[in-house]
């Protein structure tokens, strides 16, 4: 099966992306993981705030400095934090000039001025593509949801405005109408959604009586949001679709194909197995399209949006009581 595709105008030799995670944080990583197969990478994100902190870091040393020579001694620019620009900058430049494949840098901003200008680095970098990895939790109950989406399409406009390359986002599936949502973005000029981004809340610590936080890797039943809306949009957006969450075995990747999604992302299954195992996603899903006569990725892209089998729609609600009337225990 052939199994090239394209995503944000991008050829790729296959529809499987390593979104970002500590794997793509270091060369060794992202070597790894095109040797395994990955058709692209998408960096850790760079967040705002550590870029600012590691700044302002780097101004208080300068200050102390000043005139010392033997400062720099005493102040090791060695002890900075290795996170923050500098450090994510110099990875895509050195990722670019080791890796063949394209690169797509992530962001996470809290400004417009810290979105669009930490977009432009990246992008002077060697970034083929940018991910805006959007996170405005609405703790502030005085903040309605009107507020959340228009900062979510505000924030995808000021970066449009200061790349050339393309830019895509990456979204929670917690809207109210995720589909409302989505089709906004597209009409602002988004190059690709990335559905869905996984957050992670708090736990209580009963020891400490604190709140603590765990990534906990996802698990295979998280694909459904991503099958229900990548079936609903399927066909009906500009932007390319990337569909993120929940892959652990070639199943999953087939599903979120058969749906419309034109290339799929993992992070949890390549934490838990290591970068390797993305040989054995691509290995299933070319077994699976050779055994049913798929003659490409194109081939099988779709088949079960809404647009061509009617589903998620037909017998929605039917379904639904169906599913409660029907329960025989946990399988
Ligand atoms: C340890 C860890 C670090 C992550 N770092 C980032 C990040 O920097 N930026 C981002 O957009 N997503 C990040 N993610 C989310 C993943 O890219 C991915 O969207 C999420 O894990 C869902 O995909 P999965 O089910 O294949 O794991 C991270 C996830 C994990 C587990």
């Known amino acids: 099966m052939d199994l090239t595709t394209e995503y944000l105008g991008l050829s790729l030799r296959n529809p499987l992306i390593a979104s970002a995670s500590p ?5 060794d990583g992202l070597r790894r993981l095109e040797d395994a197969g990955a058709a692209a990478v998408v960096l850790p994100s760079l967040f705002e705030e550590e870029i600012e902190a590691e700044a302002a870091a780097r101004e208080r040393l ?6 010392f020579a033997e400062a720099d001694g005493f102040f090791p620019r060695a002890s900075l934090p290795t996170a923050g620009p500098p450090h994510q900058l110099r990875l895509i430049e050195r990722a670019r000039a080791a890796l063949g494949i394209p690169l797509i840098a992530s962001l996470n901003g809290t400004t417009d001025a810290g979105w669009t200008s930490y977009a432009r680095l990246a992008e002077q970098a060697g970034a083929q593509a940018i991910e805006l990895n959007t996170y405005f939790p609405p703790l502030d109950p005085a903040l309605d949801g009107a507020a959340v989406e228009q900062r979510h399409v505000d924030v995808l406009t000021a970066v449009k405005r200061a790349v050339r390359i393309p830019v895509a986002i990456k979204l929670g599936a917690g809207f109210s109408a995720p589909g409302a949502m989505i089709r906004r973005l597209d009409a602002a000029g988004a190059d690709g959604v990335v559905l869905f981004n996984r957050f992670y809340q708090a736990d209580i610590d009963l020891v400490t009586l604190r709140p603590w936080w765990h ?8 694909i459904r949001p991503g099958l229900l809306w990548i079936s609903t949009l ?3 957006l500009r932007a390319a679709i990337a569909a993120s969450s929940g892959v652990e075995t070639a199943e999953e990747v087939v599903k979120y194909l058969l749906v419309g999604a034109d290339v799929v992302m993992s992070t949890s299954a390549l934490l838990r197995h290591g970068p390797e195992h993305l040989r054995a996603l691509l290995e299933g899903l070319a077994r699976w399209g050779d055994a049913r006569g798929f003659t490409s990725v194109a081939d099988l892209r779709g088949r079960m949006s809404r647009a061509r089998s009617g589903w998620p729609a037909a017998g929605a609600r039917g379904d639904y009581i169906g599913v409660l009337h029907g329960y025989m225990g946990d399988r």
Do not use: H, Q
């Not at 300068?62 to 005139?67: E, P, T």
């Not at 990534?215 to 998280?222: A, D």
């Open 23 to 27: 794997l793509t944080g270091t060369l």
């Open 62 to 67: 300068d200050a102390l400095g000043a005139g």
């Open 215 to 222: 990534p906990s890797l996802s698990g295979k039943t998280e």
């Open 234 to 236: 399927a066909g009906t």
